[in-house]
């Protein structure tokens, strides 16, 4: 059973950047696909970055793209998303989930999910 803790959440202004982090326990990190996901009030859950367990393949949804970058730490069994330029339609909880698959920018691929950080991005 694979846990997984978000960090990093907060209040930030447009334009401004924020770092989110997602650490990872109870199993072997580096053969899971990791992705990041949001959910604004109101809204479905929807994908934003996924990296692959070698952490050379990357995809971003349309809507992050050029703004955000994921990356990931296996030594220390973390993933991180970089968050630039951020704009009030930003403003979401945002998930970590781990995929024993390829990791598709579909929820319904990740087997493990964290409880989710909130970042508010104020206009």
């Known amino acids: 059973q694979v846990q997984l803790v978000e960090s990093g959440g907060g209040l930030v202004q447009a334009g401004g950047s924020l770092r989110l982090s997602c650490a990872a326990s109870?199993?072997?990190?580096?053969?899971?696909?990791m992705g990041w996901f949001r959910q604004a009030p109101g809204k479905e859950r929807e994908f934003v970055a996924v990296i692959r367990w070698s952490g050379g393949s990357t995809s971003y949804a349309d809507s992050v793209k050029g703004r955000f970058t994921i990356s990931r730490d296996n030594a220390k069994n973390t993933v991180y998303l970089q968050m630039n330029s951020l704009k009030a339609e930003d403003t979401a909880v945002y998930y970590c989930?781990?995929?024993?698959?390829?990791?598709?920018?579909?929820?319904?691929?990740?087997?493990?999910w964290g409880n989710g950080t909130l970042v508010t991005v104020s206009s």
């Open positions: 109870g199993g072997t990190f580096s053969r899971y696909a």
């Open positions: 989930a781990a995929a024993i698959g390829l990791g598709i920018p579909s929820q319904y691929a990740y087997d493990y």
